[in-house]
């Protein structure tokens, strides 16, 4: 059997993506207002790209097989 479903959290997706933004940062060695904009230029690339499976960074659809026992991520249709 499969089925869909959407799942809203305002925090968790944007929160996901800034803690392994900083953690890549941080190998950088940068000084602190260096890696700071490189943080906050990161973000809003992968942000962007990430709209391609979720709506206002927060809307997420998954979808479930329990025949093949496998979970999805569903692209958004348009974005």
């Known amino acids: 059997m499969k089925f869909q479903v959407t799942v809203k ?3 968790v997706l944007h929160d996901a993506v800034e803690e392994s933004v900083e953690a890549d940062v941080k190998t950088l060695n940068l000084p602190e207002d260096e890696a700071e904009l490189l943080i906050e230029s990161r973000m809003d690339k992968v942000m962007e790209a990430m709209g391609k499976w979720w709506k206002y960074s927060e809307y ?6 329990t025949d093949a026992m496998t979970a ?3 692209e958004r249709a348009a974005h």
Request: overall charge negative; charged content about 35%.
């Open 60 to 65: 997420i659809t998954l979808e479930f097989d």
């Open 72 to 74: 999805t991520v569903i």
């Open 9 to 11: 959290d305002p925090d």
